[in-house]
């Protein structure tokens, strides 16, 4: 199993910074890929911005040359930079961090931290 949890969400101002953080224990050994996905009020759960064990990146069109995803794996931490943050970016933040199958590990894992909240003010 692996726990996440995540640091760093809150109120800021339209144009703001915030700096999401989101650190794993546990069975750290089948972490893969890690992302962050977010939830605003009344709509689904969409991919933020993902990184793969091998520094990969994928963002979401809404956010591309604004937030900038990244790793420390002698952390276990991934962290989501967020600039020039717009009052459409008001969310719950949620980190997910995903494992292939393995002898170990056992069946692919999917985990999901419990969520920040980030609210942008106009």
């Known amino acids: 199993q692996v726990q996440l949890v995540e640091s760093g969400g809150g109120l800021v101002q339209a144009g703001g910074s915030l700096r999401l953080s989101c650190a794993a224990s546990?069975?750290?050994?089948?972490?893969?890929?890690m992302g962050w996905y977010r939830q605003a009020p009344g709509k689904e759960r969409e991919l933020v911005a993902a990184?793969?064990?091998?520094?990969?990146?994928t963002y979401a069109d809404s956010v591309k040359g604004r937030f900038t995803i990244s790793r420390d794996n002698a952390k276990n931490t991934v962290y989501l930079q967020m600039n020039s943050l717009k009052p459409e970016d008001t969310a719950v933040y949620y980190c997910?961090?995903?494992?292939?199958?393995?002898?170990?590990?056992?069946?692919?894992?999917?985990?999901w931290g419990k969520g920040t909240l980030v609210t942008v003010s106009s």
């Open positions: 990184i793969s064990s091998g520094g990969s990146t």
């Open positions: 997910n961090v995903e494992g292939p199958p393995s002898l170990y590990c056992g069946g692919p894992g999917d985990w």
């Open positions: 546990g069975d750290t050994i089948c972490i893969s890929d």
